[in-house]
């Protein structure tokens, strides 16, 4: 639903600001011409915007309390104009509502500065000002460096919880990638565990052949050595020629029978 910007009366919420006085956030102005660009940045620059109705001058009453009174104002085009090249005017821009209120009578302006999102704001000249007890002064260094700060630091959050966006999305992928690379290692390691384990069985029937065949030999050189020991004491203690030649044959023998045994176990 559009806002409506012209009313026929005053709305409740000018009738309000004219049955007080100036504010930090309230500024009376009886023509476009007496509005400057340093009056928005002021308002901007205020903790909550503020108000601008032109249109309207301050009168004091009888009880010595300043109140505004309606005296009217050009609201045509030009007059708006005005408005907005003095808002567009400050650093940065101000992006400002203008609404028209009581053309039954004596139309006025009411110029709704919002809460600056930019702070802080100054005119062309370069001068930074604030609204406070119903008039507009200099923001103070200090003043300045808070806002500047406050600003500064909104920025740094912002971009701070993009980065913190970004890491967590980049940490997902990473730990996606290092769960499909860990499953990846698991197998490999399963596959080198079997191996190792058909790899240690084959060890074991070799290490188990080779001890066998040792003790075969071992068996084999003990009995030829018990025999050719029986041998040399046969031939010293006996000189007859035909019981060493006898003897000399069962020694070829007992070598050719170790032989065949130790190729035997080779095999």
């Known amino acids: 639903m559009p806002v409506k910007r012209e009313y026929q009366h005053l709305t409740k919420r000018t009738r309000q600001m004219l049955a007080s006085t100036e504010t930090a956030n309230v500024d009376f102005k009886r023509d476009v011409s007496g509005v400057k660009s340093s009056d928005i940045v002021a308002l901007a620059n205020a903790p909550n915007g503020g108000t601008l109705l032109i249109g309207v001058d301050e009168y004091t009453t009888q009880g010595g309390l300043q109140r505004g009174k ?44 919002p809460l600056g999102l930019l702070k802080p704001y100054c005119s062309p000249r370069g001068e930074y000002s604030i609204r406070a007890d119903g008039r507009n002064r200099a923001l103070y260094p200090e003043e300045l460096l808070l806002i500047f700060m406050d600003s500064e630091g909104d920025k740094f959050l912002s971009r701070f919880r993009t980065a913190v966006s970004q890491l967590e999305s980049q940490v997902g992928n990473i730990n996606h990638s290092l769960s499909s690379d860990m499953l990846a290692v698991a197998q490999h390691i399963h596959d080198l565990d079997d191996q190792l384990q058909r790899t240690l069985g084959r060890f074991a029937r070799i290490t188990d052949s080779t001890k066998k065949r040792s003790r075969n030999l071992l068996h084999t050189l003990k009995d030829s050595q018990d025999s050719l020991g029986k041998l040399e004491r046969f031939l010293i203690d006996d000189a007859n020629f035909e019981q060493r030649q006898v003897a000399i044959q069962r020694l070829e023998d007992k070598v050719d029978l170790l032989l065949k045994r130790m190729s035997s176990d080779k095999k």
Request: with cysteine; proline share 2%.
């Open 70 to 113: 309606v005296v009217g104002c050009e609201v045509d085009d030009n007059a708006r104009l005005m408005v907005i090249n003095k808002a567009t005017d400050c650093y940065p821009n101000v992006d400002v509502q203008i609404f028209v209120e009581n053309l039954k009578a004596k139309a006025i302006m009411r110029i709704e500065v």
